[in-house]
């Protein structure tokens, strides 16, 4: 019975991607990957939570509780709370310099603002070199997810349809499609977390008992390091939080800076669905269910208590929590190809070679996805440190000041570079997230290079 529910609601999903294309079948290249910047507020809305709230929302927070009790998901509820007041303020500057310079790409932005081929590329390589962890950690979710509910199928199969079914959406109508099922998605996620905490409450009658059982078996309280570590990653991360590409590329959809506004004011809501993960984390602890890893605490307390039709609604909740980011990231790096990696490219074909992009990108994640998993998934905390490094030259360009482009550049680079190394070789700067330290140092050189250069005509005129 979960098989034939699952199915019926990614059947539902394709139905919305096709309804989605109505009124837009001869898409411009601008209206395929930022729907003409028409998006009014529940558009925006539901798309920028589905590409927040992604399939780590039920695989890896509440492992991380399990594996390391409370203590974890300080930082990681922290993080998002202080992006979004972030996301209010920079948003409507997003939309305006998106507006002002044609943007569809994050790099499209640099280009216009800074007039430099050498930062475009900069940017546009970072881009993508940065979301290929990201993309492979959402079919790494999808398998685990699907398996830990009880699915014992090859993993190379589910990555495949994952694959596919990531592809058949974006190919109908581009973003509007993505727009359309995250309204689905995020309504089968949030109905299954919740299902599931209040079935842990009606089987056990008191969740305090789960949490007094639980809490003797993690640790509940924090070290001077891991308090650091908390306060920092917070402070990093959410200052990076929207300089991932498919988070700019999102703000760009919406009809208006009022629009983003609003979106920011009502995200915070979504917030409400962590306690029952804490509760389903908490009662795979408390009732000693058999986990063939931690990620697997969340979907192992919903195979014990629900239903098997209920099953069917979790599992599709999970799936489109992958897909829907996965989208998000090929709708992210086809633009960043076609338009910065090949300026030369007419509008005309850039969507048509968009597509061809994403499918080598979704070969290239499913093959490194097998091979590799272990070296891969050692990157993925490196994306934040990557894209976060983004954040000076998107301020400046925000504020629409000057600042030479190579200086900008040698930021970006330095920052990312030192992140790498430091990370590789597991330097401990006391608890402080390293990212924060790199890019402080970003920031440095962006000021002495910028001071050090000697004026160009173009600023000596300015």
């Not at 338009?339 to 030369?344: Q, T």
């Not at 990212?435 to 140092?441: A, D, N, P, Q």
């Amino acid at each position: 019975m979960s098989t034939v529910v699952f199915a019926a609601l990614i059947a539902f999903s394709l139905y919305l991607a096709l309804r989605s294309r109505r009124g837009h079948s001869g898409q411009s290249v601008h209206d395929f990957f930022v729907a003409s910047r028409q998006f009014g507020t529940a558009f925006v809305f539901f798309l920028t939570a589905g590409e927040i709230y992604s399939i780590g929302t039920m695989v890896g927070f509440p492992g991380g509780i399990y594996a390391k009790g409370p203590t974890y998901g300080i930082w990681f509820l922290g993080y998002i709370l202080l992006a979004y007041p972030v996301g209010y303020f920079i948003g409507p500057k997003y939309w305006e310099a998106g507006k002002r310079h044609n943007a569809i790409t994050l790099a499209d932005l640099f280009k216009g603002h800074y007039k430099s081929r050498g930062l475009e590329l900069v940017v546009a390589c970072a881009s993508i070199l940065f979301l290929i962890p990201w993309g492979e950690l959402q079919f790494t979710g999808l398998a685990a997810a699907l398996k830990g509910l009880g699915w014992h199928v090859d993993p190379i199969w589910l990555i495949l349809v994952c694959a596919a079914l990531a592809f058949t959406y974006i190919a109908i109508s581009g973003v509007r499609a993505s727009a359309y099922i995250a309204i689905l998605k995020d309504i089968l996620m949030l109905l299954a977390i919740v299902v599931t905490g209040v079935a842990v409450a009606w089987k056990v009658g008191s969740v305090h008992e789960v949490f007094d059982t639980a809490s003797r078996q993690v640790s509940n309280t924090m070290t001077a390091p891991q308090l650091r570590f908390s306060m920092s990653t917070m402070l990093f991360q959410s200052l990076g939080f929207y300089m991932m590409p498919f988070a700019a590329q999102g703000f760009f959809t919406a009809r208006g800076p009022n629009t983003i506004r609003r979106t920011q004011i009502a995200m915070p809501l979504y917030m409400l669905m962590y306690p029952f993960l804490v509760i389903a984390s908490y009662y795979a602890i408390n009732a000693n269910l058999k986990l063939a890893s931690p990620n697997d605490a969340f979907f192992a307390a919903a195979v014990h208590l629900l239903p098997d039709w209920l099953l069917g609604l979790v599992a599709a909740g999970a799936a489109l929590s992958g897909l829907l980011v996965l989208a998000g990231i090929c709708l992210a790096i086809g633009p960043i190809v076609t338009r910065n990696l090949m300026p030369n490219l007419p509008e005309t074909r850039q969507k048509r070679a968009a597509k061809y992009v994403i499918v080598a990108y979704l070969i290239l994640s499913i093959v490194t996805t097998l091979l590799t998993p272990n070296l891969m998934l050692s990157l993925i905390n490196t994306t934040y440190y990557g894209v976060t490094q983004f954040l000076p030259g998107v301020l400046i360009l925000l504020a629409q000041r000057r600042v030479r482009p190579a200086a900008v550049a040698a930021g970006i680079v330095s920052g990312q570079a030192l992140a790498m190394i430091l990370y590789l070789n597991h330097v401990d700067f006391g608890g402080i997230n390293l990212g924060l330290v790199c890019l402080v140092v970003n920031v440095l050189v962006v000021a002495i290079v910028h001071l050090l250069m000697r004026p160009s005509k173009r600023y000596a005129m300015s």
